[in-house]
């Protein structure tokens, strides 16, 4: 137990930063709002990014590169992306610095200033419709299925490791349609691929639903979603699908001539998910021991620490331990052997149960001799001592256990705090005290949710897809509404 | 024979922008100086990425991602690096846009200027070693074995795409050590993973060797690269890993407490490979009929080009096309079977040959009756009837044959263009008439080194590692040198 770190109990807040920090996932840099992600947290996103780059292509898709840069005059081509984006961000003007005249040092030189600024791309519609209109000109050109992994920028105020920050690695896939169904069927088999990521890999249970109008994301007809519950009670977005109608097709001029022989704008869909996910998966599984990672998605999922007092024993210890590493790598298993002796047992085992290693073996002269292992699990803290024979298959077979467990907790932990509230005040007490997925009736309006929000915090999450239709009243206006939509306090 | 775009004889450079292009590998963006990278382009870049990683990998390097944004003061720590470099880049002076008031349109809000202006990275040693600082107290600490794969960005007024862009993705390493010792090893270490990747999945030679003072890295005590020569016969720098000595740790106050106790500076490498390596891949082994692609790097190894009159041809030949896709494709092989019905099979032809695709295999009736396949190699042009028993080994043969001889043929070249100058005159006539690598001798001076490149726009491209020692004259001065180095004209 690591007794100088924050319970979720005491301060959530400072629990996950705690954990953010010292299990070595990232850290602030000297830059406002920006993160040095470290190579334990990298190694966690070069995973999820492994998993959802074979979803990608899996499905069709293809991986390409667009500029960073955004001409000012591109962002406000289409008029709702201009207003519900495109204010906070970073701003080139310059293209040159010079050594400072007056001293030490180098300052701008304002002679070299850009006719047009440029601004880093806080989502690449504009600059990549702009390209799509010399890739398309028939049908046959149709549709393109691209997708990018990159940096993108939005200004943010207040910032948090992974779950906000001014600068964040992400992927956008961006994909041009000769038709409204298969651009609506994209949109939606990319959320489906967004869920069984999230459910199947990241261990987190997700609800599949649409965005009101007033969270829509600026240019889309349509967003869906996936939100996940965390320990807390809030609710995080984990990733969404737009269906962009022919909104940006229209704003840069991107036509095709249809099989039909028609001149017709091409129809349009994009999608992300972001490093919010390594937050997302830190405050949906972790513990007041530290980090809990899914086996799937863990950079080390068994570590091997050898017990030994003296050279003899170490000799002998190590050589046993080494043999269990080579049988698990040779298998495929994400395997370290820690045998250095810098470091004591009992500190390798508190580093790596707060590291969140699924699986830690530990071996000491007595084990040898007896041919067994000690196993503690990082999900449930228990240990167990097994024959060393056929190991590779019991080692297997915990960490799909270690997996499911961890999804089967989430599930109950949502369910037990997924409420139906029927009333202004009994929607109030369950946000105060319970927290969660709230589901209740609202008349529909943009006004009425706009209310709710400023005097609650609590915002429409989604509309679930294949929604129970109940009929009802709204729980603030009192008007009718046809089904119930999901309110949650959010990340 | 694409009759519509230009031969290496008769405008190398115009070949080379028709490959890109017409291969669809990138294309100029709206943005000056910056390329869309196309899905087939980004597919190659994908390759190199993958196998790159593996051997950083291999070699004890974890991934990890610092910020892009480096504050303006940070520049002129190091005096040597803010010297060379850190002029020409894009310089970040707000955060905020707003509606224009006179009109449509967003301007720059000027409240929301920036204390301190920010500098996109054109490399990251500043800041990450900002960031190492707290990384490191003490040699237990050591080493860190970072690499980072990221889009940097360098004004450049004339830009080629892959070459030379403003924008572009690289890789850096950045590792610190204990020991100016292990620090240059482990600059020498990536050199050689960098020479091995070049020789073995770029199939081009390189030479290993070491810059010159002037070629340095601003801020490197020594700048090791490898140089592959160009068709053309201009030399292209193709990597470089730099030993850094203790001045980024003094610049940025890195300290170590030693094994003895003693409060140490920490010793640094940087090294990097850029989406340059695209570039020299094109240059190396295209020819006429367009881009040539080594197997190991190929998107697409093999495509299947099914030929048929009618449809129940198609049928027939469809089916056993893809009964040999199936089995290609599950031992590994990067195999595409184009079965469109919008294309004539001369067409696919065209543009497989086009696209630099290695092996093409042609199936029609009379094969699929004889147990028969055509298969064409796109290095060789050279085609054959092969019998489809044991089809998989014949193509992993075929394969690796064609690796081979790229790289067998790329070295040929590269002797041929290797040439020896004694004399100013001789210097000059094989630089006008030949091109290629010339070893001459130098007097080890600066100023020669320059007058030289400003005479003949030849640089000193390295000198090679274990180079013979051998007395001589400088071609220029006359005066003594102990050794040849190698000059080129360069990319």
């Not at 070299?112 to 600059?127: D, F, M, V």
Request: contains cysteine; proline residues 3%.
């Amino acid at each position: 137990m690591a007794k100088d770190f924050s319970t979720r109990e005491e301060n959530y807040s400072k629990w996950y930063n705690d954990i953010v920090q010292r299990a070595d996932l990232a850290e602030n840099s000297a830059v406002r709002g920006c993160m040095v992600i470290k190579p334990y947290g990298y190694a966690l996103w070069e995973r999820m990014q492994g998993a959802l780059d074979k979803m990608f292509k899996d499905t069709g898709h293809s991986n390409a590169y667009f500029p960073i840069f955004i001409p000012k005059s591109f962002f406000s081509k289409e008029a709702d992306h201009v207003e519900g984006f495109a204010k906070e961000c970073a701003v080139v003007t310059h293209y040159r610095l010079k050594n400072d005249p007056d001293g030490k040092g180098v300052v701008v030189d304002e002679d070299a200033k850009l006719e047009e600024e440029l601004i880093i791309r806080p989502t690449s519609e504009t600059i990549i419709w702009d390209t799509y209109r010399n890739w398309v000109q028939s049908y046959r050109d149709l549709p393109i299925l691209v997708n990018q992994w990159a940096n993108v920028v939005r200004w943010e105020m207040r910032t948090r490791m992974f779950l906000r920050t001014a600068e964040f690695l992400w992927q956008e896939g961006h994909t041009a349609h000769a038709t409204k169904e298969e651009a609506l069927e994209e949109t939606r088999q990319m959320l489906d691929v967004y869920a069984e990521f999230a459910e199947k890999f990241m261990a987190i249970p997700v609800l599949k639903g649409v965005k009101s109008e007033n969270e829509r994301f600026a240019g889309a007809l349509e967003t869906f979603c996936i939100e996940a519950l965390m320990q807390d009670g809030k609710a995080l977005q984990a990733g969404t699908s737009h269906f962009l109608g022919q909104n940006f097709a229209k704003a840069f001029d991107v036509k095709f001539t249809s099989k039909e022989g028609k001149l017709e704008y091409v129809w349009a869909t994009s999608w992300g998910v972001s490093t919010r996910l390594v937050g997302a998966l830190i405050m949906a599984h972790s513990d007041d021991n530290g980090l809990v990672i899914p086996p799937k998605l863990a950079p080390i999922q068994v570590v091997i620490v050898p017990i030994y007092k003296n050279q003899e024993q170490y000799d002998l210890v190590c050589n046993k331990a080494r043999e269990i590493y080579d049988t698990l790598k040779n298998s495929g298993i994400r395997v370290k052997l820690d045998d250095r002796d810098t470091h004591k047992p009992g500190w390798k085992f508190n580093e790596y149960e707060f590291k969140g290693v699924p699986l830690r073996i530990a071996l000491g002269p007595r084990d040898v001799e007896n041919n067994t292992v000690e196993i503690a699990r990082r999900d449930t803290l228990e240990k167990g001592f097994y024959q060393q024979a056929d190991l590779l298959n019991k080692i297997e077979h915990l960490l799909e256990n270690i997996q499911d467990n961890l999804f089967h907790k989430a599930v109950t932990f949502r369910e037990s705090k997924t409420f139906y509230a029927d009333s202004w005040e009994e929607f109030n007490q369950l946000l105060d005290e319970k927290g969660g997925f709230i589901y209740a009736h609202w008349d529909g309006t943009g006004e009425t949710e706009q209310i709710i929000k400023e005097k609650t915090k609590a915002t429409i999450r989604c509309i679930p897809l294949n929604n129970k239709m109940t009929e009802g009243k709204c729980i603030y206006s009192g008007k009718p509404s046809a089904q119930r939509v999901v309110f949650a306090r959010a990340y």
